[in-house]
């Protein structure tokens, strides 16, 4: 499996029940084209002195997608990286309401 983990601030003025829904409807979009196999509930970063050590990033919030296989996983970034219609709009409403994104992103091994 391949995991992408976003982090991020939800844009001025965005409410987080919004945001998962269209994170809902973009991850059922591309679970529907077999270009994602699922992607897990938007988290709340948990501050402590000890456990969350990223003193670099001020992200409040993450979620992680997961691909099947590197096959599935190129498949989705060359098909985001082409225009795409409708879907784009989909992709872009998401966009729009974070701010400063971060992904990371590694295979199980």
């Excluded at 196999?37 to 670099?56: N, Y």
């Excluded at 599935?72 to 701010?99: I, R, S």
Aim: charged content about 25%; hydrophobic content about 40%.
């Amino acid at each position: 499996m391949i995991h992408m983990l976003t982090t991020f601030n939800l844009a001025q003025g965005v409410q987080l029940e919004d945001f998962r829904a269209l994170l809902e409807a973009f991850t059922r979009l591309m679970c529907g084209k077999d270009m994602l196999h699922e992607t897990g509930p938007v988290g709340r970063r948990l501050r402590h002195p000890i456990m969350d050590t990223d003193t670099a990033n001020h992200h409040e919030f993450f979620f992680e997608m997961t691909f099947r296989d590197r096959q599935q996983f190129d498949a989705a970034v060359k098909y985001m990286q082409k225009p795409l219609g409708a879907d784009a709009e989909t992709h872009e409403l998401v966009y729009a309401k974070v701010t400063d994104p971060v992904f990371s992103c590694w295979e199980d091994g």
